[in-house]
């Protein structure tokens, strides 16, 4: 089996660390994420997400996105033989490096922003260069998928917040966004965009999950899906196997191209995971499988990683 660098597009991890459950550096602690176990799979860029908890929204977004991304500062400083930050365009150059894993900050839910677009500019200061318009409710941008009876597309704010990412050299990530907020952000957008943790609706008709004519849209505009690994974004109901994620993928490429295709694990926001899938050191398997049904040697290197360094070089600077 050959050897890939791997770009995962999202993890939750992060939250571990803050709340002082995990220092994310030995595999005993548990949890399906830690640096030895994605050194030893191959990841060479982690997108590390600051996911601002329900409980804390509306009032107290801003103040938890904040204390998330501080936290992330600590992980990268704690940990500074391991892993570095990437913020520019320069920074991409460094992977993969052989002993560091290159961490890129993103925060879910724009609710961080609260109602003033000023914010952008202070959490892109920070090192934030990835940010999910929403999470799945409502916020001062947009509609998540849980508002299934708007269909609402983007606010004032919203649109503001877009041009200003293509200005600053931000990622917009739509994994949460609903559909009408989709279609207006390609409008808007000037660059490439992501979902960084999502799946085909076709195999599985969850609202968080993408349409083909939504994979085609994102594909013609250059952007990437990493795909996501809960099980219920895979498959309706029963057990998920890392034979679900191939489908997703197998799809996903065959739709779009398989220059949109990208990894998503979600690994710590997810409860379950599918078998044989269970945590980052498991990547090795999900790359044999895909070998074994005929994806080329090229192919697997555009999945693992490098269409996220593609998109990546397109939109940071």
């Known amino acids: 089996m050959e050897n890939y660098f791997i770009v995962d597009g999202h993890c939750d991890s992060l939250i571990h660390f803050v709340e002082g459950e995990r220092t994310l550096n030995d595999p005993s602690e548990g949890g399906q994420w830690d640096i030895p176990r994605a050194k030893q799979a191959g990841v060479s860029l982690q997108f590390l997400a600051a996911f601002i908890e329900t409980k804390y929204k509306p009032a107290m977004s801003s103040w938890r996105g904040l204390q998330l991304i501080e936290g992330a500062h600590r992980f990268i400083a704690d940990h500074a033989e391991q892993v570095f930050l990437v913020q520019k365009k320069l920074d991409l150059k460094q992977i993969p490096d052989p002993t560091r894993i290159g961490i890129l900050m993103s925060v879910e839910g724009g609710e961080i922003l609260g109602e003033n677009a000023f914010m952008l500019d202070i959490i892109f200061k920070l090192g934030v260069r990835a940010l999910g318009l929403t999470w799945n409710q409502r916020n001062a941008l947009a509609d998540g998928v849980g508002e299934v009876c708007t269909q609402?597309?983007?606010?004032?704010?919203?649109?503001?917040?877009?041009?200003?990412?293509?200005?600053?050299?931000?990622?917009?990530?739509?994994?949460?966004?609903?559909e009408a907020g989709f279609w207006h952000v390609l409008e808007l957008s000037k660059h490439p965009i992501a979902a960084t943790h999502s799946c085909a609706k076709a195999l599985c008709p969850h609202p968080r999950n993408l349409t083909d004519p939504q994979l085609r849209a994102l594909a013609k505009q250059k952007g990437v899906v990493?795909?996501?690994?809960?099980?219920?974004?895979?498959?309706?109901?029963?057990?998920?196997?890392?034979?679900?994620?191939?489908?997703?993928?197998?799809?996903?490429?065959?739709?779009?191209?398989?220059?949109?295709?990208?990894?998503?694990?979600?690994f710590d926001g997810i409860?379950?995971?599918?078998?044989?899938?269970?945590?980052?050191?498991?990547?090795?398997?999900?790359?044999?499988?895909?070998?074994?049904?005929?994806?080329?040697?090229?192919?697997?290197?555009?999945?693992?990683?490098?269409?996220?360094?593609?998109?990546?070089?397109?939109?940071?600077?």
């Open 152 to 178: 609402s597309r983007l606010t004032n704010l919203g649109q503001e917040v877009v041009l200003r990412m293509n200005e600053l050299g931000m990622l917009i990530d739509v994994s949460h966004l609903n």
């Open 226 to 266: 990493g795909v996501n690994f809960y099980p219920r974004f895979l498959k309706e109901t029963g057990p998920t196997t890392r034979n679900d994620v191939v489908r997703h993928i197998s799809h996903i490429a065959e739709v779009a191209g398989v220059e949109a295709v990208g990894l998503g694990s979600d």
């Open 271 to 317: 409860s379950e995971t599918p078998e044989g899938l269970e945590h980052v050191g498991d990547y090795y398997r999900l790359l044999n499988d895909l070998a074994k049904i005929g994806f080329s040697t090229l192919e697997l290197e555009q999945i693992a990683g490098r269409n996220f360094m593609r998109l990546l070089s397109s939109v940071l600077k």
